[in-house]
């Protein structure tokens, strides 16, 4: 091969270079677009597209405009509007300031731009630009104020590039999925979306939290919104808030993960650590959680100017942003009881005027002594609740006062069931009522004194093959898994007791070497109070050796060295490790497994009703360690649904 002399690269042929890094697919011209049209203070975007974007790509908005002097220094590399001195590269508050992404787009496209800054029409002006001709030729145009750009024939004079676009079906499902980013991250700009001339998306503008919910189900589905809980926790000048799901709420991959800093939609290693490590007590094995998150800190402590496409995104402070997301996610999914994680939880009113006030005492003397003789029959055999059998009257549905009197007489008969009630939980009384319980539409149910009492998971009737509890609630029927129940009780219990002794310490006879890099000797010098926090004792023992002195008591006869490898690898890669606790409190999960109570051990009323009020008061009590459900609810509205009642 020739020795070839340094040159300067044609325009075309750096556009088309930079286009490869910026344009990919459809998809990502319209993020750019988009964000383009963010930028310029739009409040209503519309998309039109073909062929799912690889035919034609249309993006109209409302925004300030492009003068007519610059629409041809606009389709130039390197020119933006958007920063202007190193202070601003510093801070940056705009989704676009590279000034590259229209100049590459015009590179492997047809691409027209009509822009005016005026309120009147014949002020408009238009671009013209085609990859074989980087000049753009500028002329007058009608247009009303802000800025269309129009982008056909994608990628039409770099045949190898379009040789690796997928089918119509696929490039319009990413070009949808870079519009749902948008349309999540600002919910303030009215966004429609259109594919072959059909409308598939027309989103409302509102800033308020019923509006933005609405958006969220109409993007994400109903179900999201349904298994999610609300989040805003603001600390050390970050903020963060939006919803995140339910640890029985999770999906079998990550298309549900949707985390925005400072409007930016992103991706970061970081942030998925620290919500993996949130859920890590509570998920199933295999299972990713799902969440629409916002987090809002100051634009200096955070440097977008990492990658070409602006995905990653770099923190000053990482080791705060990770430990207040941590920490924050954390005591969020150990708020989830009983008596809130009934996010969708019905209950049936009472229609008075469907049945004569007569008729309806009769009734409810009727259901209470149903009730009653249903509740004796399971204190007299706790192991059988199948014997009684009820027939309800043709037409009665049972409504709140039907049920609060059949609470009524189970607990004239179980008296001591209330005391639990009363309990004390370290320093303070915890009394869950059902006036606690969302129910349907998460509004707060508004309950009388004579209900107020009646726990969240009701009472027990029954074992079901010594395996289920089920109890009846004030909307409908529990059925609980005794073992994965228990056992997170426990696991809980030997967790507090053994955070609130702290970590004890055993010192090796014969210390431990390890050959670690130059690197990681000085980081274990720079953490020593890292290590030393979860009974961890380090000392060099040369340029690159490290001797382990001490160790968790819990942790004799472990893999030591491995552990101590993924803390160094957590330490570097996210400034905090949790590798060793994980450890520890795996090994507690084993010992609470094992002293946790056994399938076919028979329960009598009051163990079992003891099992729900400990649920009721321990955190994380909807999950077993291992991330399986504990409970589950059917209301009396999917009871009547199970067998066509009212049909």
């Keep these: 091969m020739s020795e070839r002399r340094i040159q300067v690269l044609a325009p075309r042929l750096a556009n088309q270079i930079a286009a490869g890094e910026v344009v990919e697919r459809p998809a990502s011209v319209i993020k750019e677009l988009v964000e383009n049209a963010i930028d310029a203070g739009s409040n209503r975007i519309d998309i039109e597209l073909e062929a799912g974007g690889s035919k034609l790509i249309r993006v109209r908005d409302n925004g300030g405009g492009i003068d007519h002097d610059d629409l041809g220094l606009a389709l130039s590399r390197h020119a933006t509007s958007k920063i202007g001195t190193l202070d601003d590269l510093e801070g940056v508050a705009t989704l676009g300031f590279r000034g590259e992404a229209l100049a590459a787009i015009s590179a492997v496209s047809r691409l027209e731009l009509f822009s005016n800054t005026s309120e009147e029409h014949s002020d408009g002006w238009r671009a013209v630009a085609e990859g074989r001709e980087m000049t753009p030729r500028v002329s007058p145009a009608p247009h009303p104020r802000g800025t269309t750009v129009t982008v056909r024939d994608l990628f039409f004079n770099t045949p190898a590039r379009r040789k690796f676009q997928r089918t119509e079906k696929t490039e319009f499902g990413h070009a949808e999925e870079a519009f749902r980013r948008l349309a999540l991250s600002h919910h303030e700009i009215d966004l429609t979306l259109s594919h072959n001339r059909k409308v598939v998306h027309q989103l ?11 958006r969220i189900g109409r993007l994400l589905g109903r179900g999201f919104l349904d298994n999610a809980l609300h989040v805003d926790i603001e600390a050390s000048g970050l903020h963060l808030w939006g919803w995140v799901g339910l640890p029985t709420h999770t999906r079998a991959q990550t298309d549900q993960q949707y985390f925005f800093v400072n409007g930016r939609a992103i991706r970061d290693r970081l942030v998925a650590h620290a919500v993996r490590q949130a859920y890590r007590d509570v998920l199933f094995h295999g299972r990713h959680p799902v969440f629409v998150l916002y987090l809002e800190l100051d634009a200096g402590g955070v ?66 002594q149903q009730g009653m003789a249903l509740a004796r029959h399971a204190a007299s055999d706790p192991g059988n609740g199948g014997g009684h059998e009820y027939r ?57 004194p004579q209900e107020s009492d009646v726990p969240p998971l009701g009472y027990a009737v029954a074992q079901l093959h010594g395996v289920y509890v089920l109890a009846q609630s004030a909307r409908g029927m529990i059925i609980v898994d005794m073992h994965a129940a228990h056992e997170r009780i426990t696991y809980e219990r030997l967790k507090g007791q053994y955070l609130a002794g702290g970590v004890e310490s055993q010192p090796l006879l014969v210390p431990i070497s390890l050959a670690v890099s130059e690197g990681e000797v000085e980081l274990i010098e720079r953490e020593h109070a890292a290590f030393e926090q979860v009974g961890v004792i380090l000392e060099p023992g040369g340029p690159e050796t490290v001797l382990v002195r001490q160790l968790p008591a819990l942790l004799a006869g472990a893999d030591c060295e491995g552990l101590i490898r993924e803390m160094l690898a957590e330490l570097e890669r996210y400034g905090r490790s949790q590798a060793i606790e994980a450890h520890l409190l795996e090994l507690l999960s084993t010992m609470a ?50 067998f066509a009642r009212g049909q």
């Design 204 to 214: 409302s503008a509102g800033s308020d939290q019923l509006t933005m919910e609405k």
């Design 593 to 642: 497994c094992h002293g946790s109570v056994r399938a076919n051990r028979r329960l009598t009323i009051e163990e079992m009703n003891a099992l729900l009020r400990d649920m009721e008061r321990t955190e994380r009590s909807g999950q077993c360690n291992h991330g399986r459900p504990t409970w589950k609810e059917l209301s009396m509205r999917e009871l009547d649904r199970l």
């Design 392 to 448: 309800p009257s043709q037409g009665e549905r049972p409504g709140e006062q039907r049920i609060r009197e059949f609470m009524a007489g189970y607990r004239a008969l179980h008296p001591e069931h209330e005391s639990r009630l009363l309990e004390p939980r370290g320093n303070s009384t915890t009394v869950p009522t059902a006036s606690d319980t969302p129910v349907a539409g998460g509004e707060v149910a508004e309950r009388g």
């Design 303 to 368: 440097d977008v100017n990492v990658h070409p496409t602006k995905h990653e995104v770099r923190f000053r402070d990482a080791r705060l942003v990770h430990d207040f997301l941590f920490s924050s996610l954390h005591r969020a999914l150990a708020d989830v009881r009983p008596n809130t994680e009934s996010v969708s939880a019905e209950v049936p009113a009472e229609d008075s005027q469907s049945v004569p006030s007569e008729r309806a005492r009769e009734d409810s003397a009727s259901w209470q």
